[in-house]
């Protein structure tokens, strides 16, 4: 019997399939938690919980800084977990400062902030302050550690802030308990290198799945004291404050896509590995 | 003369922000935030290039080129009505023309050209991550098991695998990283002595 022709074997085939086919599979597995609604049971990390205590912790009036670092690309990662510990800080009676040092992200910043006071009682210039915007971040962040003033005469919405009656008594990062950034790019490092090495601000970062294992480093040389992770973090976070939120819910999405690409790798290299013995063989043979 | 001028330059100002940054001193704030000022205004005045720059580019493909000429047109017309809407400083408000067209078209644009990145990872995930050497199985095992975390298991699997990855994190990850972060800084510390004794000038463009 003749041999079937090398192109026509299941692991060629598999190796050598059309990735509009991935593309369909994964589209797939993205919708099924919407047609199949179901829910991702999530541990809680250290990282995570570090910032949530260090928030519980808080005593009413005490300022915390929020920087918003993001642009709307990462927006499902980060705004959740933003959106937690926001609420949180309000819930503590917190007063908080906010930036954001991201070019798209005060427009996205000022929605969020401005949904979640209304939503918790809070009032602009009494309960917290959004600065807004200024380019430049590493130079922002050194100069905030003289007088948040100094880039930011004026808050986002043009008002002096001189006259905020909150910001009467924050000049600088003295006058707060921490910094959290939540971060999509590199300015989570500026946060480190320049406000808390040069000015000893405690800093937790929240960042994006694919940068978490960059800032791990920090955590154990206490850097930072606590790390949200991507979606993950959010939802782990969402469990602490008892409030199911856009983490928790994008969570089925974030699994069953990364189940097919789990899937994909162990299928491929089954193919690939397969196609490397067969073609061993035939050599042998010859 | 040419050269050596913007050499000083680069010399005297690279050392008085050297030096301001280790002295906490009103008067090094002061030139801190002088300098600062600086940063600014040169910033402010490559905007106008940067928009004419745009304008221009799209201008020509538009002469040029039926099939982008559309596109252009899209260019133009988005530049205009976010230039028209944004202008009042009220604006930045919340319900405001401008927080609508950000809101509505803006964002979903940007989170959705970035979500396209999971197709691509997808596809890359299946045609290129193959065991082909010992170091890229050793990459495809570490991937799997980190990766595996957001799968729920049946305990125990679920907390081993927890165990896992906080290791595969904790250790063989923070001790490349560290290299990685020594390594670059030593670069950028290099790179800056050198740019600031003038043995590193390409920053002029050419001679």
Redesign the interface.
């Given at each position: 019997m003749e041999a079937r022709p090398e192109a026509t074997r299941w692991y060629d085939r598999l190796l050598s399939?059309d990735?509009r086919w991935?593309?369909l599979?994964?589209?797939i597995a993205?919708l099924l938690p919407t047609v199949i609604p179901f829910s991702?049971?999530t541990?809680i990390?250290n990282e995570v919980r570090s910032v949530y205590n260090f928030i519980e912790g808080l005593e009413p009036g005490d300022n915390l800084f929020l920087a918003i670092d993001y642009?709307?690309?990462?927006?499902?990662e980060l705004h959740p977990m933003t959106e937690a510990i926001l609420r949180q800080a309000f819930q503590r009676g917190a007063r908080v400062v906010i930036t954001s040092l991201s070019q798209?992200g005060?427009?996205?910043a000022?929605?969020l902030i401005?949904r979640v006071a209304q939503e918790e009682g809070k009032q602009r210039n009494i309960d917290y302050t959004f600065l807004g915007y200024k380019?430049?971040p590493g130079?922002t962040i050194?100069?905030m550690g003289?007088d948040f003033r100094?880039?930011f005469p004026t808050d986002?919405?043009?008002t002096p802030v001189d006259s905020i009656p909150m910001m009467q008594d924050i000049h600088n990062y003295r006058n707060v308990k921490a910094v959290i950034s939540f971060a999509g790019g590199n300015v989570a490092d500026m946060w480190i290198q320049y406000g808390n090495a040069?000015y000893g601000v405690p800093v937790a970062l929240g960042v994006t799945g694919v940068m978490?294992?960059?800032y791990?480093?920090y955590l154990?040389s206490r850097q930072i004291f606590g790390l949200i992770p991507g979606m993950?973090g959010a939802a782990e976070y969402e469990m602490l404050v008892e409030r199911r939120g856009q983490g928790s819910r994008g969570?089925p999405y974030?699994?069953s896509?990364?189940?097919?690409?789990?899937v994909?790798?162990?299928?491929?290299?089954i193919a690939?590995?397969a196609q490397r013995r067969a073609r061993r063989r035939a050599a042998g043979a010859r | 003369m040419k050269k050596q001028i913007p050499l000083l330059l680069v010399l005297v100002s690279g050392l008085i922000m050297v030096i301001q940054y280790f002295v906490p001193h009103p008067v090094s704030e002061f030139v801190f935030t002088y300098a600062n000022d600086f940063v600014i205004v040169i910033g402010i005045l490559a905007l106008p290039i940067g928009i004419f720059s745009l304008l221009r580019n799209t201008w020509a493909k538009a002469k040029h080129d039926r099939k982008e000429r559309i596109y252009s047109i899209a260019t133009f017309f988005g530049f205009a009505l976010m230039v028209v809407a944004g202008l009042k400083r009220e604006s930045l408000e919340s319900g405001t023309l401008y927080m609508q067209l950000f809101q509505n078209i803006l964002v979903p644009a940007q989170a959705t050209l970035f979500s396209m990145l999971a197709f691509y990872i997808a596809s890359a995930a299946y045609r290129a991550f193959r065991v082909r050497t010992m170091l890229a199985a050793i990459l495809l095992v570490t991937a799997f098991v980190v990766m595996l975390r957001l799968i729920p298991l049946p305990e125990p699997l679920s907390t081993w695998n927890a165990d896992l990855v906080r290791w595969i994190l904790a250790v063989p990850n923070m001790a490349a990283k560290r290299a990685i972060i020594i390594g670059v800084a030593l670069g950028a510390i290099s790179y800056s002595m050198k740019i600031l004794l003038g043995i590193e000038s390409s920053y002029m463009g050419r001679d």
């Open positions: 399939v990735r991935i593309y599979i994964l589209a993205v991702v049971p541990g990390s642009d709307p690309s990462t927006l499902a798209f005060p427009a996205m000022e929605e401005a380019p430049y130079i050194l100069a003289s100094v880039p986002y919405y043009g040069k978490a294992s960059d791990y480093p154990q993950k969570m974030q699994m896509t990364h189940l097919v690409i789990l994909f790798m162990v299928i491929t290299n690939y590995v | -």
